[in-house]
């Protein structure tokens, strides 16, 4: 585990990557209103901390398709939702992950909420994406960051985030290379499209001995548990803990089973 700052919790192994409902603000048809979007991020927090984990990372994965910058409104909507879990759960270690592309916006609601950390997909280099061309925001997030006095929020960088294809491909090493020594990213996510291809990737940049966290950015199942446990410092999980079925807490709909929470924290030896 990594030391966020001499001042701030350690950073768990398992990290519960929380996805938001679609709000209104996506258009979509199935889009909750906004407190219902609110209490269903509180209700998954405490259902994850009550299961043992201390890390959560606020996404609002369900609100496509992705626009070019996060609008004012969605910041709005991401401060509420993670102030609501600060103040229900005060230590508990937070991040924040924006679908849209930038680092202003996401490193503001960061600030906004005493968030710990922020995860940032395209960082350096150049991706081409479902909602087109995306080129890498390192500068802007250094020089951001030090603007908002926010020198304590991580950045966590995927390095070819597996939603997209380098436009044109260096060397995984290069790239991770070129995110924490041109980037200064505090810890590196690497996932493939599949297991197999994360694994690789993993044992291709733990020789390099970067000085940072490599954390697996998703693909995590009891399955394939024992594959990751001692190649990734940290494991960012969603899908493996969601269980069909589960009734709803006060009209919010329940996808986590604390079970599996657990299950997954006593395995990876948190």
């Given amino acids: 585990m990594v030391d966020m700052s001499s001042s701030e919790p350690t950073l768990p192994r398992i990290i519960a990557a929380l996805h938001m409902l679609p709000s209104e603000y996506s258009r979509r048809p199935d889009a909750a209103p906004r407190q219902r979007v609110i209490d269903h991020a509180l209700v998954h927090a405490r259902i994850a901390y009550e299961a043992g984990a201390r890390a959560v990372c606020?996404?609002?994965?369900?609100?496509?398709?992705?626009?070019?910058?996060?609008?004012?409104?969605?910041?709005?909507?991401?401060?509420?939702?993670?102030?609501?879990?600060?103040?229900?759960?005060?230590?508990?270690?937070?991040?924040?992950?924006?679908?849209?592309?930038?680092?202003?916006?996401?490193?503001?609601?960061?600030?906004?909420?005493?968030?710990?950390?922020v995860r940032i997909k395209v960082y350096v280099g150049a991706m081409v994406k479902a909602e087109g061309l995306l080129q890498g925001c390192a500068h802007e997030a250094i020089h951001h960051r030090a603007t908002i006095g926010?020198?304590?929020?991580?950045?966590?960088?995927?390095?070819?985030?597996?939603?997209?294809?380098?436009?044109?491909?260096?060397?995984?090493?290069?790239?991770c290379r070129q995110a924490v020594d041109f980037g200064r990213a505090d810890a590196l996510i690497l996932s493939g499209k599949t297991?197999?291809?994360?694994?690789?990737?993993?044992?291709?940049?733990?020789?390099?001995?970067?000085?940072v966290p490599?954390?697996?950015?998703?693909g995590m199942s009891f399955s394939n548990l024992k594959f990751f446990a001692n190649r990734a410092d940290h494991f960012l999980i969603y899908a493996g803990f969601v269980k069909r079925g589960l009734p709803d807490?006060?009209?919010?709909?329940?996808?986590?089973?604390?079970?599996?929470?657990?299950?997954?924290?006593?395995?990876?030896?948190?």
């Avoid at 401060?79 to 503001?108: N, Y």
């Avoid at 807490?249 to 948190?270: R, S, Y």
Wanted: hydrophobic share 45%; aromatic share 4%.
């Fill in 249 to 270: 807490q006060n009209g919010v709909p329940v996808e986590w089973d604390g079970a599996l929470i657990k299950a997954f924290i006593e395995a990876t030896h948190q």
């Fill in 150 to 175: 926010g020198e304590r929020i991580r950045i966590f960088a995927d390095v070819y985030d597996r939603l997209g294809e380098p436009l044109s491909p260096l060397p995984l090493t290069e790239a």
């Fill in 214 to 218: 490599l954390i697996l950015g998703g």
């Fill in 58 to 117: 606020l996404q609002n994965t369900n609100d496509l398709p992705i626009g070019p910058r996060a609008t004012p409104e969605m910041v709005a909507l991401m401060i509420d939702a993670g102030r609501a879990i600060r103040k229900a759960l005060p230590d508990l270690v937070l991040g924040v992950t924006l679908v849209e592309h930038g680092a202003r916006e996401v490193l503001d609601i960061a600030k906004a909420v005493e968030a710990q950390f």
């Fill in 195 to 211: 297991s197999e291809q994360s694994i690789r990737m993993i044992d291709d940049v733990r020789p390099m001995r970067l000085g």
